[in-house]
């Protein structure tokens, strides 16, 4: 049996292949629920494009410190800090760095262009960079690629003007109006996929790629390849359904001995052990919960309708229970790990 690899996606990767043999149009918003492979899916296509033809910028911004504007700014930089604080940067010229720019993580930036960047008015500045870089990229023959994971985390950015909306300015700038860079920004945040959703700058500029956990065909190959048996891949799927997170657990419970009961068991009482204290934590909302949540007693994804109060669905969204979907208008939860765990709980409640 040997380690998990990246797993199939064809259709998913069929539509951003697509995307990434025409001129730069849309913005693509790549969501899903938590855990479904949105990153994974993102790096292995990095990895696999012909680097004669493209050159990406991905930045990821779920390790970062966004507490301010200026914050956010830099994190889109990649710039090495020498002992004592200074900034090096080792090209000089913006024809310089190109040549040997592939896959990159951040945006480099040249010396000339630093103080120009991070003096006043930085985000102005630090767009108009990006895009003379974008330029030098085309001009080399190559086509540039942004890619923003974990966008959601600009939403944590508290400045005077709403920053999102600079952005998305920058990111239409990019596509529709200069067909310069293909901007893709992922996140697994559904609020905020719904807040961009419902935004009307961005309505026929951008397009929704959802990657979703896989579907019973799916994962069962995928057990099967790694030599799950009928009742293995059986129970496997009754616990994680086709969360490729918590199939790839499985599988190296499997690979290193482990019993697959046993580790099904564990992940389910987990699941339920969060909800009974996320349950406990909010005493006071908790009858409106359980009657939200007693919804997916019988089903498994309902339609968003008129009559479901959105903020306790929001707060339960927020909590990682449930996903919702804007695009298509369901709410599901975010796992069938979470779906076992509200059935249980409705049992006992
Ligand atoms: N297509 C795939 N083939 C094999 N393994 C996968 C695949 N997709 C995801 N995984 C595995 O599942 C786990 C979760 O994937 P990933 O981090 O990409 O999910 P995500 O949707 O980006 O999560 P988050 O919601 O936290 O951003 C990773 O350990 C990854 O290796
Ligand atoms: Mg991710």
């Known amino acids: 049996m040997m380690e998990v690899t990246f797993y199939d996606r064809e259709q998913e990767t069929k539509e951003i292949m697509g995307t990434l043999g025409m001129k730069p149009r849309l913005i693509t918003f790549i969501y899903g629920p938590i855990n479904s492979g949105k990153t994974e899916l993102i790096t292995h296509l990095i990895e696999e494009l012909p680097p004669e033809d493209y050159v990406v910028f991905y930045?990821?911004?779920?390790?970062?410190?966004?507490?301010?504007y200026d914050d956010f700014i830099e994190s889109l930089f990649e710039m090495e800090m020498e002992t004592g604080g200074a900034m090096r940067k080792g090209k000089e010229t913006l024809a310089e760095l190109i040549p040997s720019a592939t896959k990159i993580t951040g945006i480099p930036i040249t010396r000339e262009f630093i103080d120009y960047v991070f003096k006043d008015n930085k985000s102005k500045n630090a767009f108009s960079y990006m895009i003379k870089l974008f330029e030098e990229v085309k001009n080399s023959g190559k086509q540039p690629v942004m890619v923003l994971d974990e966008l959601q985390k600009i939403g944590d950015v508290k400045v005077n003007g709403?920053?999102?909306?600079?952005?998305?300015?920058?990111?239409?700038?990019?596509?529709?109006?200069?067909h310069l860079?293909?901007?893709?920004?992922?996140?697994?945040?559904?609020?905020?996929?719904?807040r961009v959703y419902s935004e009307a700058m961005l309505e026929g500029r951008c397009r929704y790629l959802l990657v979703d956990d896989f579907d019973y065909e799916t994962t069962s190959m995928f057990l099967s390849k790694h030599g799950l048996n009928d009742r293995e891949r059986e129970m496997t799927w009754n616990c994680c359904g086709g969360k490729p997170a918590g199939l790839v657990e499985l599988v190296n419970t499997k690979l290193s001995g482990g019993d697959i009961v046993t580790k099904t068991e564990q992940m389910l009482e987990e699941a339920v052990s969060r909800l009974i204290f996320m349950l406990a934590r909010n005493k006071e909302k908790k009858s409106d919960i359980v009657d939200m949540l007693s919804i997916f007693a019988s089903d498994k994804e309902v339609k968003y309708s008129d009559s479901i109060n959105l903020d306790l669905l929001s707060f339960l969204v927020?909590?990682?229970?449930?996903?919702?979907?804007?695009?298509?208008?369901?709410?599901?939860?975010?796992?069938?790990?979470?779906?076992?765990?509200?059935?249980?709980?409705?049992?006992?409640?």
């Open 162 to 178: 709403p920053l999102i909306y600079e952005l998305f300015n920058f990111f239409i700038d990019l596509t529709k109006e200069l």
């Open 181 to 194: 860079c293909h901007v893709f920004a992922a996140t697994s945040d559904s609020l905020f996929i719904e």
């Open 59 to 68: 930045i990821n911004l779920r390790t970062k410190l966004l507490a301010s």
């Open 318 to 349: 927020k909590q990682n229970i449930l996903f919702l979907d804007p695009v298509r208008r369901t709410i599901k939860p975010q796992s069938r790990l979470n779906l076992l765990a509200i059935r249980e709980i409705m049992g006992d409640a």
